[in-house]
């Protein structure tokens, strides 16, 4: 089906409900209450999972199969996000048209880094990379200011052409990005009792385009030029010696990695029309690589998992203060309360890059493979048990 194998069927079935259903696995706790805190189910950060999940899912294509890491993939993540602006700019607030142009142009920009990066391997390929994001990130935020409007990012206004759309609404506001009249910021809430759902056109607009990226990269991890790339990442030596260049190969995967980024990046912009300088810092790559690396470089599923991992702790443990912690343990005494706060205090709010930063050990020390090893750990512990409890109940059935 769909030109896939059985397993990846299922793990594409898997992703999808995850992704169409993520509005109700999100919220698992009851509006109002002392848990409510640890929901995510609302639009703006679940866009945040699945346009990082894209992202990550790109990276992983030359990571996880090349080998070659890349530290300046938040170039193609910058361009993509200013090239969708200028697109609702002069053309219209329509998001497909700058959704395209977004990955057009930082398909062009990734082949000039990776033509030029690619001719060296190892660390003086990741050193080359981020070199070229820092350059664009210098450039974006003073030399270029004309297109990118410097520090203060680049954003539409009431005074854009757009020749093919409105210029302003019937009460003098800026248009909203839409796709063919549906806005990206309209969402729906549905009530269960004590529980509440939202449902946000920008988000399944995400999800669905996510989830095309995510068969892509299935069907380019079992091609054959998948199969050259992890040639490349298993012994390049040997491929130069068998007659083959390797360079076409990992300049396609590169361009190919940096058009899901500025995927990414266009997304951003259609979903809040600006663009900053801040998307091209080294910090933006860096966190693609933790991403990619705590979910599980070379799997399918990884990246995902990893993505929507961090950006959980991001937003979620980052919001968790000193008065939400004294809510949670105020049975315990006066002197013991503040104690145990006191103690909690430095892993959440603004400390919460410790307490990730310990999980990301913790998981490279004893899960190498990632989230995804984890998981294949505990599946196989379950069938073992299974297996013998089914030995134990055959041994002790009786004779006929």
């Known amino acids: 089906m769909l030109g896939l194998g059985k397993k990846d069927i299922t793990l594409f079935a898997v992703v999808a409900v995850l992704a169409l259903f993520a509005p109700f696995i999100l919220n698992p706790f009851p509006a109002g209450s002392s848990l409510a805190q640890f929901n995510a189910g609302y639009p703006d950060l679940m866009q945040r999972f699945v346009i990082f999940g894209i992202f990550a899912i790109g990276f992983n294509i030359l990571f996880g199969l090349t080998g070659y890491l890349s530290f300046g993939h938040a170039a193609f993540l910058g361009a993509g996000s200013y090239s969708a602006v200028w697109m609702f700019k002069l053309l219209s607030m329509n998001v497909i048209p700058a959704i395209l142009l977004s990955m057009i142009v930082a398909g062009l920009f990734a082949v000039v880094i990776g033509y030029v990066s690619l001719r060296r391997s190892g660390i003086y390929f990741s050193i080359l990379t981020l070199a070229f994001a820092q350059m664009s990130y210098n450039l974006a935020y ?10 203060t990012g680049l954003q539409v206004t009431l005074d854009d052409p757009r020749v093919l759309g409105q210029t302003a609404t019937a009460d003098g506001g800026i248009p909203v990005t839409n796709l063919f009249g549906l806005e990206m910021r309209h ?3 549905l009530e269960l009792g004590p529980w509440q759902f939202q449902f946000s056109v920008g988000y399944y607009l995400c999800a669905i385009i996510m989830l ?5 990269a299935i069907r380019i991890f079992r091609s054959p030029f998948g199969m050259m790339l992890r040639a490349v990442k298993s012994n390049q030596q040997r491929m130069f010696y068998t007659g083959l260049n390797a360079r076409p190969y990992t300049l ?12 990414a990046g266009g997304l951003m912009a259609s979903m809040d029309p600006l663009a900053g300088a801040e998307r091209m810092q080294w910090t933006a790559s860096g966190e693609v690589v933790l991403m990619t690396i705590l979910g599980g470089a070379g799997t ?36 013991l309360e503040d104690l145990v706060v006191a103690l909690i205090h430095p ?4 400390g919460w890059h410790l ?12 899960l190498p493979g990632g989230l995804v090893e984890g998981g294949q750990r505990i599946a196989r512990s379950l069938r073992r048990r299974k297996s013998t409890d089914d030995g ?4 002790t059935e009786p004779a006929e």
Do not use: C, R
């Not at 095309?212 to 892509?216: A, C, G, K, P, V």
């Not at 361009?255 to 500025?262: E, F, W």
């Not at 892993?347 to 603004?350: D, I, L, Q």
């Not at 134990?392 to 041994?395: G, I, N, V």
């Open 142 to 151: 003073s030399v270029l200011t004309p297109i990118t409007n410097g520090e």
């Open 187 to 189: 969402f729906t809430t």
């Open 212 to 216: 095309i990226s995510f068969y892509l």
């Open 252 to 263: 396609a995967a590169f361009v190919i990695s940096g058009m899901y980024a500025g995927l």
């Open 300 to 335: 399918l599923i990884g990246p995902v998992l990893g993505a929507g991992f961090i950006k959980y702790f991001e937003n979620i443990f980052s919001k968790i203060n000193d008065q939400i912690l004294h809510g949670w343990v105020a049975w315990l005494p006066d002197g």
């Open 347 to 350: 892993f959440v709010g603004k």
């Open 355 to 366: 307490t990730l930063g310990l999980m990301f050990m913790l998981i490279v020390i004893f």
């Open 392 to 395: 134990k109940s055959a041994s």
